[in-house]
């Protein structure tokens, strides 16, 4: 079975696939002071009844990297591929520096290069909100990268006096008549109308319409507040292009 690892600033989200099949799915915080006896616990604990032969990581926490790798590698025996631009990603990569593209963002496109109408714009809620471009030539193009919400909130919190930490919630109003209803609008409905105009303006550079993908937790959340609705959601986007990637590295060499 293959082990999928999308390491974030946030948390650690792990897919188990068998052949094309996710059958597992767990979330980990990212924790770079956890010792790496402490990963290799966690993950003899969660796939203690799984054969793991393979694995990938996507990660944009290079403190994490080497103890990850380490802990993958004691625990199933196994060398894991990790995500980076040095490997076939199966899409060009046209930025103007490939080497900035997060792999997180790299995995985005793949998973949505294979498995959507192109052009699509695939939009990640992390801790970041993030846009990944394939134009209709399958290129990745680049993107937009923003503030995710709970980024948002927390420094509205750690930046002023008066103005409260709250947690990401449905906005019922536009106009907030007291101070959570007010910042909940500001972020929540205000990432929807940035997401709107966003994709308004991508897609008049491309010059056609494209299939608008969200992926991330709060996705169906935006959705609500969005005058052009997300043509598929699709939660396990990131684990299913590092599924497709690894399948494309272990291909057979033609000799």
């Known amino acids: ?10 948390s650690i989200t792990l897919g188990l ?13 990212s924790d770079k002071d956890l010792p790496l006896e402490e990963y290799e616990v966690l993950l003899k604990s ?56 997060g792999a997180d963002r790299i995995a985005n496109a793949a998973g949505a290069y294979v498995l959507y109408k192109k052009p699509v714009i695939v939009i990640d809620f992390g801790t970041a909100t993030s846009f990944d471009i394939v134009n209709s030539n399958g290129e990745f ?10 980024l948002q909130l927390k420094s509205l919190n750690t930046f002023t006096s008066k103005l409260p930490r709250i ?32 994709v308004e303006q991508c897609e008049a550079e491309l010059g056609e319409k494209a299939t608008i993908v969200a992926t991330g937790g709060y996705s169906s959340l935006i959705a609500t ?19 497709y990637l690894y399948q494309l590295n272990r291909l057979p060499v033609e000799v």
């Open 1 to 10: 079975m293959l082990l999928t690892a999308d390491i974030g600033n946030t």
């Open 17 to 29: 696939f068998e052949d094309d099949a996710l059958v597992e799915e767990f979330r980990l915080a």
């Open 46 to 101: 969660l796939f203690k009844q799984f054969a793991i032969d393979g694995c990938i990581i996507s990660s944009v926490v290079e403190e994490l990297n080497k103890k990850f790798q380490n802990a993958v590698r004691n625990v199933f025996k196994i060398e894991p591929l990790f995500l980076n631009t040095e490997i076939n990603t199966g899409i060009q990569i046209k930025l103007k520096n490939p080497k900035e593209a």
């Open 141 to 150: 193009i680049g993107g937009v990268i923003a503030p995710g919400l709970n």
């Open 167 to 198: 947690d990401v919630a449905v906005s019922e109003k536009a106009i907030g008549d007291n101070t959570i209803d007010a910042i909940l609008s500001g972020v929540i409905r205000g990432a929807a109308c940035m997401i709107d105009g966003l």
């Open 225 to 243: 507040y969005m005058k052009r609705p997300f043509d598929f959601i699709n939660p396990t986007l990131t684990l299913e292009g590092l599924r």
